[in-house]
C-alpha cells in the first residue's frame, strides 16, 4: 500500500513540474538518426560488405534534412556487430604452392637466408 501511494505522489509530483505525465527531458545529444534509418543502414552494409562508411553518410540524410558525418555511421555499425574489413589483395595460395613456394626457395639458398 505504500508503495502505490508513494508512486501516486511521485506521478503528481511530476505532473505539476512538467504538466505532463511522462519524464522531464532528456540531457544529452538528440539522435541525429531515426531507428528506421539505423536499421536501413545495417541492412545495406549486410548487403554489400564493401560499402564504406563514408558512402554511406553521403547518401543518408537525417533528422530534418541534416547531412551525418561517417563517424556516426562507424559508430552504429560497431554497435550492431559489424567491423571494418578490407578485402585481401594478393594471390590466394593453396598448401600445394605453398609447398611449391618452400622447395623453390631451398632449392636456390634462400631457405637457409629466411630462417
Known amino acids: 500500500m505504500n508503495v502505490n501511494s508513494t508512486m501516486i505522489f511521485r506521478l503528481k509530483q511530476r505532473l505539476h513540474e512538467t504538466d505532463t ?39 543518408t ?21 559489424l567491423r571494418a574489413r578490407r578485402p585481401y589483395i594478393g594471390p590466394i595460395l593453396t598448401q600445394r604452392h605453398r609447398h611449391q613456394r618452400t622447395l623453390c626457395a631451398q632449392e636456390h639458398g634462400a631457405w637457409d637466408r629466411i630462417q
Open 61 to 81: 540524410r537525417g533528422r530534418n534534412n541534416q547531412r551525418i558525418s561517417a563517424n556516426i555511421v562507424r559508430r552504429l555499425l560497431s554497435t550492431s556487430g
Open 21 to 59: 505525465e511522462s519524464g522531464r527531458p532528456r540531457y544529452g545529444r538528440p539522435r541525429c538518426t531515426t531507428q528506421r534509418q539505423d536499421i536501413n543502414l545495417v541492412r545495406n552494409h549486410m548487403n554489400n560488405r564493401l560499402l564504406s562508411a563514408s558512402a554511406s553518410s553521403r547518401q
